[in-house]
């Protein structure tokens, strides 16, 4: 075995030296590097050149280099070029593809995962990443007082996933019941390395959750990924340069990355990021929807491209509190109302939003699915076009009415009055509260509309439920189920009516059934369609009133190829590399 | 003297408690906590929140919270930051110097710079020099330090001259010593006529006012009627009155030395304390704010007590025994 994966590394080693040579001669043999007998094929339209340095910006500092505990990008950004994870999705595809994992098997009740780990793969110190390694991560995970979010999806109607080390490598998983999102959920674990991290979490939660804190010298921290950090400056930047040992390689079976190193600069805020940008200091920049066509016109001075990038995961909402701890009755009893929401729903001007909010650089939005998310999203669910005379029509069976004055009364003959909150510094929240407001008012409805501070938000919408509308949005994920902390009505996060005891409608007694259904259906079409009509019920019943799905518009300097528009990134970091010497 | 130092120095104690207490409540008193952000994260359980409130201690009575944190900071711990899980002690020593060393050298350009034309236009007051020093300083004063900042980059964006903001460029590790020092440099430029240009202004005025009622003074006359050479009058006897004032000012400014500029440093994107604070601050991130906070107190306490003494040096007239 060894033998044989030296002789294909020289004829990997021969044909990097031969650049003439058509990649289907790389392709009829098995390509093997002399420690990794089958590195993972990266497949990419070019192959490249070796050396030079990406630069990208952010805007915030890491704030661990403990991928366990880290939960915002600015912490899993700079980890990601630092640890692999078991298996991976697919840029282009959104399918799950082995990775660390060079495959899997599932029994046949869909209960028993068996993950078989690619040999050869080494930390960065040259100890190899074996199943201790994964089950170490696990422990450490499920220690209680670990700061991570990673036992909240490994965690299965009430009972946390079993798993064991069957040899060295392979790693044995099982649940009570089949799980839908399994393979998302467990192929996402990037084991960490059990010689490094053990001492730690011997001494506890609380000195593991300290551990590779980001005063750690970067030598330190040892993973497995494609880059190595090299240097750390708290304010400025973070160093990486090329892991020499990656065991990914590309049609050719050269050892990837092609990149020499990356620099992350940490600058203040967005528009320093773009100043940067348009100043050829970095190498790619996520412009905002409204920028798009300004950057257009620089394309060809700035020596860039701005792609028409796919729409984002996550969305903006408007919604009411329907929550009797929260709200008192007359206003309650409008909120609970579907006709009430429906109408209010009718009454946002969706394309005014993306003409004047998001500069055209958006789609209208109707529900709690993203058609980022190209697997579940369903398009056929109820819509509501701007129509201010429809929304009065529904208004008038739900019993209101207008006076003389013009304002809109209940049956009661209380006037429709009501404050909508946001965070306030989100420019484009504020800009959509304004256009809702003045819909509304031509309503009738007196509506205040007041942004205030993020945590004071937050605290009333879990913790006094002391709000009466609010915009507000969340981020979204591939797989629908990582929502069910919103969706289901027992849910923190279900945040009109947070931990309902039993649900208190039918429709979400009806989400609540799909949800848990869906979680131990393994067949991903089922699961679809079960989405499908989760989809269709809150755009039914408003419980949310979505804006619209605003688009990313990425753009990346000329000098950078083997990147593409996709659904998921624009370019695997492995495989991007610089056409002209550059840096 | 030194009884004077010794008991300035004792003040402070009954003053950082009374600083500590009031911020500590007032920051836990107002709405929302640290943990806000988590709790709208779709994946984050109650449960996790629940348990890190604990792991911080944020679930026991304010009293006690206070309580621990005063024993540990009079033993000099800080403790750790909720954010970054480091002891604030690193956190903020990371980026002191960087603060620092920005600091020391706005204030010694405008000092530099402010002082010298101080004196020159309070000698030819209403001069068209005077005026035109006037004019500038004025634009100078009403001119927010953001601004100024921002205008700059965009200088530096349409000229290449200078870096956009940051401390170092990326090739800043690589480099030897020397060439380390003029990557400092080079950044520096843009700040410091941010805040030496516009942020001496007011000094330059101060100066200018100060020196020109000096000058008024009926022993001034009486100096140049004996016939002292003009340098003499006002280098040794003028301004040597005319300084108090703004010796005041120096020791006050002393107290910024660490935080003085955080909203140019939040703007230029230098890596000093400034933007870790603010942070902080708008997260809640308690133990840094209320480390910080003691810092400051400190160094303007220290600030004061530096210039009162330069006073008593500068003065003779002023005692404190």
Redesign the interface.
């Known amino acids: 075995m060894g033998q044989a994966g030296a002789r294909l590394a020289v004829i990997g080693v021969l044909i990097a030296a031969v650049p003439a040579a058509g990649p289907a001669v790389a392709q009829t043999g098995r390509l093997a590097l002399p420690d990794v007998p089958n590195p993972k094929v990266v497949e990419a339209s070019d192959v490249g050149r070796f050396g030079g340095t990406f630069v990208v910006s952010s805007i915030s500092d890491p704030r661990t280099f403990n991928l366990l505990v880290a939960q915002e990008t600015s912490s899993t950004a700079p980890l990601g070029y630092l640890f692999d994870s078991l298996a991976e999705t697919n840029r282009v595809t959104l399918d799950v593809e082995p990775n660390l994992a060079e495959s899997w098997t599932v029994s046949r009740d869909g209960r028993t995962w068996v993950f078989r780990l690619r040999r050869g793969v080494q930390w960065f110190d040259g100890r190899p990443v074996t199943a201790d390694d994964v089950v170490f991560t696990l422990d450490a995970a499920f220690t209680p007082g670990v700061q991570s979010s990673l036992p909240d999806v490994l965690t299965i109607a009430g009972k946390k996933i079993g798993y064991r080390k069957v040899d060295d490598y392979t790693v044995e998983f099982r649940t009570d019941q089949p799980f839908g999102p399994f393979l998302r959920t467990v192929g996402g674990i990037a084991p960490l390395p059990r010689h490094r991290l053990e001492a730690a979490l011997r001494q506890g939660a609380t000195e593991f959750n300290r551990a590779w804190g980001i005063n750690t010298p970067p030598r330190d921290l040892i993973g497995n990924g494609p880059f190595v950090m090299h240097s750390y400056a708290p304010g400025q930047r973070i160093t990486f340069v090329r892991n020499a040992r990656y065991w990914k390689v590309d049609r050719q079976g050269q050892r990837l990355p092609y990149l020499a190193r990356i620099v992350i600069e940490i600058v203040p805020n967005v528009d320093a990021s773009r100043l940067k940008f348009l100043a050829k200091e970095t190498d790619s920049y996520s412009a905002r929807p409204r920028e798009y066509a300004e950057l257009r016109g620089m394309q060809q001075a700035g020596n860039f491209t701005i792609f028409d990038g796919p729409p984002t995961f996550g969305g903006d909402f408007l919604m009411f509190n329907q929550n009797p701890a929260g709200v008192r009755p007359p206003k309650l009893a409008w909120f609970q109302n579907v006709r009430f929401r429906q109408a209010v729903s009718h009454a946002v001007d969706r394309d005014t939003i993306v003409r004047q909010v998001y500069a055209g650089r958006a789609t209208p939005r109707y529900g709690p699915e993203s058609p980022a998310n190209k697997f579940f999203y369903n398009p056929n669910v109820r819509q509501y076009p701007y129509d201010l005379a429809r929304s009065e029509a529904l208004l008038r069976e739900a019993g209101f009415a207008r006076g003389a004055d013009g304002l809109l009364r209940d049956a009661q003959g209380n006037v429709v009055e009501f404050t909508i909150a946001t965070n306030a510094g989100n420019a484009d929240r504020e800009a959509i509260g304004n256009l809702i407001r003045q819909d509304l008012a031509r309503l009738g409805m007196r509506v205040t509309f007041a942004p205030e501070a993020f945590n004071t938000l937050v605290g009333k919408l879990v913790g006094t439920f002391n709000w009466e509308a609010m915009i507000l949005g969340l981020t979204g994920t591939i797989d629908p189920h990582n929502g069910q902390n919103v969706w289901k009505s027992s849910g923190s996060l279900h945040a009109w009516w947070p931990k309902q005891e039993r649900p208190a409608t039918d429709w979400e007694a009806e989400i609540d059934r799909i949800f848990d259904q869906a979680a131990t259906t393994v067949d991903q079409n089922k699961r679809r369609q079960l989405y499908h009509r989760f989809q269709e019920i809150v755009a039914e019943y408003v419980p949310l009133i979505y804006f619209a799905t605003p688009l990313t518009q990425p753009a990346f300097r000329n000098t950078l190829a083997n990147f593409s528009p996709a659904p998921g990134a624009f370019y695997d970091i492995e495989t991007i590399y610089y056409r002209t010497p550059y840096r | 003297m030194l009884q004077y130092i010794v008991r300035r120095l004792l003040q402070l104690i009954p003053m950082l408690l009374g600083i500590t207490v009031i911020s500590f409540v007032i920051i836990q008193l107002?709405?929302?906590?640290f943990l806000?952000?988590?709790?709208?994260?779709?994946?984050?359980?109650?449960?996790?929140?629940d348990?890190?409130r604990r792991?911080f201690g944020l679930d026991q009575p304010l009293y006690v919270q206070y309580l621990k944190w005063l024993w540990n900071a009079v033993r000099l711990e800080f403790g750790?930051s909720f954010?970054?899980?480091?002891?604030v002690t690193?956190?903020i020593g990371?980026?002191l110097l960087?603060s620092v060393l920005l600091n020391v050298a706005l204030f010694a350009a405008a000092w530099a710079v402010a002082i010298p034309l101080g004196i020159f236009g309070a000698r030819r007051q209403y001069s068209l020099a005077d005026n035109t020093l006037s004019f500038v300083a004025y634009v100078g004063i009403s001119t927010p330090v953001f601004f100024s900042g921002l205008f700059l980059?965009y200088i530096a964006?349409r000229t290449?001259w200078f870096?956009?903001?940051?401390?170092?460029s990326?090739d800043?590790?690589f480099l030897p010593w020397t060439g380390k020092v003029l990557d400092v440099a080079h950044h520096m430029v843009l700040p410091v006529i941010a805040y030496g240009v516009f942020g001496g202004a007011g000094l330059m005025r101060q100066m200018r006012a100060s020196l020109l009622e000096v000058l008024r003074q009926d022993y001034v006359r009486t100096a140049r009627a004996k016939g002292l050479a003009e340098r003499v009058v006002i280098n040794k006897h003028a301004v040597r009155n005319a300084i108090n004032p703004l010796i005041t000012i120096f020791g006050y400014s002393l107290g910024g030395l660490l935080g003085g500029s955080a909203i140019l440093e939040?703007?230029?994107?230098?890596?000093?304390i400034g933007?870790?604070l603010l942070?902080a601050t708008?997260?809640?991130d308690l133990y840094v704010v209320m480390a910080a906070l003691v810092i400051g107190s400190v160094t303007l306490v220290v600030g004061n007590l530096i210039a009162d003494i330069l006073l008593a040096l500068s003065d003779p007239r002023i005692r404190y025994d």
Request: net charge neutral.
């Open positions: 107002s709405p929302g906590d806000a952000e988590m709790r709208l994260n779709p994946i984050v359980s109650q449960q996790t929140v348990q890190m792991n750790y954010a970054f899980q480091v002891p690193w956190l990371s980026r960087n980059l964006f290449g870096p956009i903001g940051g401390m170092t990326i800043y590790e939040i703007v230029m994107g230098w890596p000093g933007k870790l942070e708008v997260q809640k």
